[in-house]
């Protein structure tokens, strides 16, 4: 009698609560805002704990009997059945604020009817002004799951966190406490089974609600209930692809920790992860522990970490693991070689990258499109482009179609190599082929194009990379602005700067630097005053070969004092001049006049340890030269050649020219054969110097012979040339040979000097 009066006095109190609650809300359905309030979870939790304790969930639920028959379970069962919606004794229910009560306890009592039950529980949704409460989706989703009805226990949980999470209407509704705590009392509902809880779990990882699953991990973990390890392996999976390598580790040991043991899947997540962020050191460990815990690598294990290891440049610690996996029998597939060539490839080793390729073969594996992919660009990169299209032809011959990696490879080294046609050749194929082009592509293509001054066509492919959805990048845009100034089209070149800040692209140090060098090129020097301030604004620190461009633009438009500014200014910001910067600072100053000064920078980057190269030197030579410090420049040629260097073309014109007009024809005509036989070919302006110096001390033989060898060589002499001989031989007297060559010259389309 007292447990009778103890039952009716909590489910009067239980009455109260929901009564009250009714007051701030007409309804208490799942999506309501009022479900989220203290006196709702209160009054839902005191009615499910004295359902599920009362009513006995597991066992037959016995309805009263009025004269109309209207709890009458049976009644109420045959009016669903058949599907009598408008008979009152089911209609009846929705007309009361406890709806939600009694479609839970008719659910309750049609579990033996799973089918039934769930039937009922759609058709209650379509009743207007009524929605489930938590609790009715947790028993439905228990009758459906102790039936083997999974699929549909499914969608119901789903339904169920759906419009919690999406509710946009109430505060942020934690779904994993209140739902796992709303389905575990009322686990009574059926016979005792949790496989619904690790359902629900499922459901969490499956709309990437992580923090909410790995929530529910944990409280499941406190009653004892745990999911099955494939669904906690979905979660760390998924954890995974965040990259979060605090929250990933600390997942892992939370399963493990749970007394679930980590499969070979479980460890293949973590390690492929581990190697994924560059944590090789507790990829190896991982890998080492799993072996000794008794779970056998297996292929996929292998493949991540020679991947990360040749990716990182341990090419010997790949092999290691290769040689281990041979051993352990797990037989390399086609992803663990083509890995191993891709790394090998990467590095410029491509013997061995062979070596694997051979193995592939001998173990039965044939070579796929990635395969040959790998080995074309790697000799398209090497500059070994014949090789590249053999291995093209080849990969067609067995039948393998080539894809947008293949074919952006081969016209990317076409156009590097100067082969404009045969890399729009490339492209006209990629299109016959249906092959799709992609943003690798188009970016080669644009920065073809434009390197090679066809800017028109470079817009024309633009339009239609866009047309084709292709967004544009930074690569790309630099690629254009390259393009527009080297065309001189600097107006064009800025508009794309504008274009790029509209689209919320912003430049890097590789295009100011590039737009920096355009606008000195034509002496726009307050636009790069303008762009320096941007960097500033932009924390863009300037670089070196910024400083270079600027101090070689200034010294070549005569602002000396500018140049020298940006040098300070460089030593001050603790910037060390590189090798290009002396050369533009010693061929400035050399051309200002300041040759002391000059010799000083050169003094200086030597003791600074840097190696003068080339450029360097002739910068010097032609200085020296070109402030008659002839002598001077003799011995920085022969310090040149001292050091194994090859003096180029302007080295030996400026010498040869300076020589020349000291008188040393000899040593002039020396230093002529001295470069011819280390391979250097005269140009006209070598040829103009010699004809010029030979002209002004009367050698107009040895001059007219050069005449001649020139035209034979394919040298086209100019105005200039033939004015020296028929200067000179006016001068003597032979106005004849001095008509010769006037007709000779004019035949030759150039007009003659006027003085």
């Not at 058949?82 to 009694?102: H, K, M, Y």
């Not at 790949?318 to 029998?329: F, G």
């Not at 941007?534 to 300037?542: C, G």
């Amino acid at each position: 009698m007292s447990e009778l009066f103890t039952s009716l006095f909590c489910f009067g109190l239980a009455m109260l609560f929901f009564l009250r609650s009714l007051k701030t809300s007409h309804f208490h359905g799942v999506s309501s805002p009022s479900l989220f309030t203290p006196y709702y979870f209160f009054s839902q939790n005191i009615l499910t704990h004295f359902f599920c304790s009362r009513c006995s969930f597991s066992t037959t639920l016995n309805f009263t009997t009025d004269s109309n028959g209207f709890f009458n379970l049976e009644t109420i069962k045959k009016a669903v059945i058949e599907e009598r919606w408008n008979d009152f004794r089911v209609s009846g229910f929705f007309d009361s604020a406890l709806s939600p009560i009694w479609v839970s306890k008719i659910l309750i009592g049609l579990k033996q009817d799973p089918a039934l039950a769930f039937k009922l529980f759609k058709w209650a949704e379509t009743q207007i002004g009524f929605r489930h409460t938590t609790e009715n989706y947790c028993v439905v989703a228990h009758i459906l799951f102790c039936s083997r009805m999974y699929s549909d226990a499914h969608n119901v949980l789903r339904q169920l966190v759906i419009l919690h999470n999406n509710n946009d209407n109430i505060q942020p509704f934690p779904s994993c406490i209140t739902v796992l705590d709303v389905l575990w009392l009322t686990r009574n509902v059926c016979i005792a089974g949790y496989g619904v809880f690790d359902e629900l779990f499922s459901v969490f990882v499956e709309l990437g609600m992580l923090d909410e699953a790995r929530d529910c991990f944990l409280k499941m973990r406190n009653f004892k209930v745990m999911p099955k390890a494939r669904s906690c392996n979905n979660l760390l999976h998924k954890f995974s692809k965040v990259e979060d390598r605090v929250l990933v580790k600390k997942f892992f040991n939370d399963m493990v920790e749970a007394g679930i043991a980590p499969s070979i899947y479980t460890y293949n997540i973590m390690i492929g992860f581990l190697c994924k962020v560059g944590d090789l050191k507790a990829a190896k460990s991982l890998f080492v522990r799993m072996k000794n815990t008794g779970v056998f690598p297996d292929v996929v294990t292998y493949n991540s970490l020679i991947d990360a290891y040749g990716k990182n440049g341990e090419l010997s610690e790949a092999v290691s693991i290769y040689e281990e996996m041979k051993e352990a029998e797990c037989f390399p597939d086609l992803i663990t070689y083509n890995t191993l060539i891709n790394c090998f490839c990467k590095y410029d080793k491509m013997p061995t990258a062979f070596t694997f390729l051979r193995e592939m073969k001998e173990s039965c594996i044939k070579p796929n499109v990635v395969t040959y992919s790998t080995f074309i660009d790697a000799f398209c990169k090497e500059g070994m482009l014949e090789q590249g299209v053999k291995f093209f032809i080849d990969m067609r011959r067995v039948g393998l179609t080539p894809n947008e990696f293949t074919y952006t490879s081969l016209i990317d080294a076409n156009f590097k190599l100067g082969n404009t046609d045969n890399a729009l050749k490339f492209v006209k194929e990629m299109f016959e082929a249906a092959v799709k082009l992609n943003i690798v592509t188009y970016t080669a293509l644009l920065d073809g194009l434009c390197e090679h001054g066809k800017i028109n066509e470079a817009e024309e492919v633009f339009k239609a990379m866009v047309k084709d959805g292709v967004v544009p990048n930074r690569i790309m845009y630099t690629a254009f602005m390259h393009g527009y100034l080297k065309a001189k089209r600097i107006d064009d070149a800025m508009k794309i700067l504008e274009i790029m800040k509209e689209n919320n692209i912003g430049p890097d140090l590789v295009l100011y630097g590039t737009v920096i060098w355009g606008l000195c090129n034509v002496g726009r020097f307050d636009d790069v005053n303008t762009l320096l301030d941007e960097m500033k604004e932009r924390n863009v620190e300037v670089s070196e070969v910024i400083y270079t461009a600027l101090i070689d633009s200034y010294f070549k438009a005569g602002k000396n004092v500018e140049a020298r500014s940006l040098v300070n200014e460089m030593t001050e910001r603790g910037i060390n001049p590189t090798i290009a910067t002396y050369s533009s600072l010693i061929s400035g100053l050399c051309g200002l006049g300041y040759v002391h000064e000059a010799i000083d920078y050169f003094n200086c980057m030597k003791s600074s340890g840097l190696q003068a190269n080339v450029v360097v030197y002739t910068s010097l030579v032609h200085g020296l030269c070109k402030n008659e410090r002839i002598e001077d420049a003799k011995k920085v040629f022969v310090e040149m050649t001292e050091r194994g260097l090859v003096p180029d073309k302007i080295a030996y014109t400026c010498l040869i020219d300076g020589t020349m007009k000291q008188g040393n024809i000899e040593e002039a005509l020396g230093l002529v054969k001295r470069m011819t036989e280390s391979g250097v070919e005269l140009d006209l302006h070598a040829y103009t110097c010699l004809i010029s110096g030979l002209s002004r001390f009367g050698q107009l033989e040895q001059a007219r012979a050069l005449l001649y060898e020139m035209i034979e060589k394919g040298v086209e002499p100019d105005e200039v040339v033939y004015g020296c001989l028929i200067h000179k031989y006016h001068e003597f007297g032979n106005t004849e040979e001095a008509d010769l060559l006037l007709d000779e010259m004019t035949g030759r389309g150039h007009a003659p000097i006027t003085r």
